[in-house]
């Protein structure tokens, strides 16, 4: 178990000294403080979990088995060294026109300042501020979905209004395809390109959160998103273009930060979870990556990176916009295998459906000599007798089975619970630190139960959807993407929840809660090798 703090308290001097030796380089500070934010975040989400939890912001992890109850919004903590880390590093991002400029150099009046520069970024601070405030604010009160989409739009208007006034480029260049049936190769879009970018920045904060629900997906799926772009970023900073490399350069500013802290959450948050990072994060994670978009000028790349959360939302819609029921959680729910070994299940079950078949027949054998004897009404005693006997062996199997499983479920607690201890005794040698027990003793009772809790796709009714709602799903099904539970008349009757976690369990089978996590990054993270593919390799299909 690595001892966070020891860690934190050896590398902060290191990094310090980093700071101060290439206090010229703004790309360097800002790496050395995006480290120092890491290790802060790392230090600080242990730290404030009591508090969190005292001020009831708490939640019970419903997809384990003892379901414990786990500090929420900790993406507060990240967002907040986060933006404590962005506000220290304004000075070294400028510190270059400082050491260069002198008391007579005006041009106009005025310092040769980079103020469009500087406006840009504080109206990128000044937005993911508002975004962390407000998701926040969803955490503690729980705000309506029409809230959540208004919130983004808001919060988005100070790099609306930046953007407007220093760059007020409106046009898009028209697809090779579409070119005979425009006649032209550039279309100003005007007011509407300002409505697709602040769509954009809606979209992106709610994106994250809709792809949610297990330990880990919210920050792992940001972290791939975020380390892609800043491939992409370091990839061409270098191309002889200032502009193009102030681009670059503003973005990176940005992320490096932002992969820090949530690298850090990360570890809180991945699998056998201690925390839960909530709206805070995913609002902010989300908001993040729209500013990056809208003023680093890639939008379209974004999308392409994004494609995972557009496929989870267009496949989610009926759902969300309420043409099939909708819960309120619609994540995996968790699942246990039997404790009894397979052939003693099958047995049992096959005792119970035979017994069963045998009532029901014995029963209507019953009422067919009652009703010839007009005698319905009364049943012998030796009948009743028997029934009751037959419903007595059922439930003396079915007892039997529950017994079993709690005595396997208390055998496995007991045993985990001294696993962990022996393990914990060898090796503590000296003082260890609290949080590291707790996090020691969490993954040997995760490592426990690996074996026999695992996920399984949540479903919903079909009772009360629209005529439309049905139709979609039965595309769904057709081209196999849902899985639709039929009564004997072949009636639609229940669907898995549609998202893109459960479809994962429909298409896979069953998966613990780590392996489904690690199914999603590596979707994420394949979406983005062909996101590059398709936006340098492919492009030119599309746009010379």
């Keep these: 178990m690595i001892n966070y703090k020891r860690v934190t308290a050896g590398l902060s001097p290191v990094l310090l000294a980093l ?21 802060a975040t790392w230090c600080l989400v242990p730290a404030t ?42 000075p070294a991002q400028f510190r270059n026109w400082w050491a260069t400029q002198d008391s007579g150099s005006y041009e106009h009046g005025s310092y040769k300042f980079p103020f469009d520069r500087l406006g840009e970024y504080l109206s990128a601070l000044l937005s993911l501020q508002s975004m962390v405030f407000l998701g926040f604010a969803d955490d503690v009160f729980d705000l309506r979905w029409r809230f959540k989409l208004l919130l983004p739009t808001i919060a988005s208007i100070p790099v609306l209004i930046v953007y407007y006034v220093g760059y007020g480029v409106t046009h898009v260049v028209v697809p090779v395809f579409m070119r005979p049936w425009l006649g032209t190769h550039i279309v100003d879009l005007g007011t509407l390109y300002y409505v697709y970018i602040g769509l954009m920045a809606v979209f992106c904060t709610n994106a994250i959160n809709i792809l949610a629900g297990i330990n880990g997906v919210e920050v792992g799926q940001s972290i791939v998103i975020a380390l892609s772009i800043i491939v992409k970023d370091i990839a061409n900073v270098n191309n002889g273009n200032i502009e193009a490399e102030y681009q670059h350069l503003f973005t990176l500013y940005l992320l490096l930060p932002f992969v820090a802290v949530s690298c850090a959450l990360y570890y809180w948050n991945v699998y056998p979870a201690r925390v839960f990072v909530g709206d805070t994060y995913c609002y902010f994670a989300g908001m993040t990556f729209a500013v990056c978009g809208i003023l680093g000028h890639f939008s379209k790349t974004l999308l392409l990176l994004f494609v995972p959360q557009i496929f989870n939302f267009l496949y989610s819609a009926p759902q969300i916009f309420g043409l099939v029921p909708c819960p309120r959680h619609r994540l995996p729910r968790m699942a246990m295998e039997s404790p009894l070994p397979r052939a003693l299940v099958a047995r049992l079950q096959q005792e119970i459906e035979s017994d069963n078949s045998a009532g029901s027949d014995t029963g209507s054998d019953n009422v067919a000599t009652y009703a010839a004897n007009d005698n319905v009404d009364s049943q012998p005693d030796d009948d009743q007798q028997s029934q009751e006997s037959l419903s007595g ?17 208390k055998a496995k607690s007991l045993k985990s619970k001294k696993s962990t201890a022996t393990s914990s005794s060898s090796q503590l040698a000296g003082r260890r630190s609290r949080s590291s027990s707790n996090r020691a003793g969490a993954n040997g009772s995760a490592h426990a139960s690996h074996h026999s809790a695992y996920m399984v796709p949540s479903r919903t009714t079909l009772e009360g959807a629209t005529p439309l709602g049905l139709s979609i799903v039965r595309l769904y099904e057709l081209v196999g993407i849902a899985d639709v539970e039929r009564d004997e008349h072949g009636t639609m009757v229940g669907v898995n929840n549609l998202t893109l976690l459960n479809l994962v369990l429909v298409r896979s089978g069953k998966l613990t809660e780590s392996q489904l996590n690690n199914r999603i990054l590596m979707i994420q993270a394949a979406n983005s090798v062909l996101a590059f593919i398709i936006r340098y390799r492919l492009s030119h299909l599309f746009y010379f």
């Design 49 to 90: 979990i009591s508090t969190f939890k005292r001020v009831g912001l708490s939640g019970a992890d419903l997809s384990k088995p003892s379901q414990p109850v786990l500090a929420e919004s900790m993406g507060m903590v990240a967002a907040t060294v986060y933006l404590i880390a962005t506000f220290l590093f304004i």
């Design 19 to 39: 700071v101060w030796q290439f206090r010229d380089e703004p790309l360097a500070v800002c790496t050395c403080v995006s480290a120092l934010a890491g290790l």
């Design 393 to 409: 062996r059922i439930d003396g199997i079915r007892r039997t089975i529950s017994i079993a499983m709690m005595s396997f479920a």
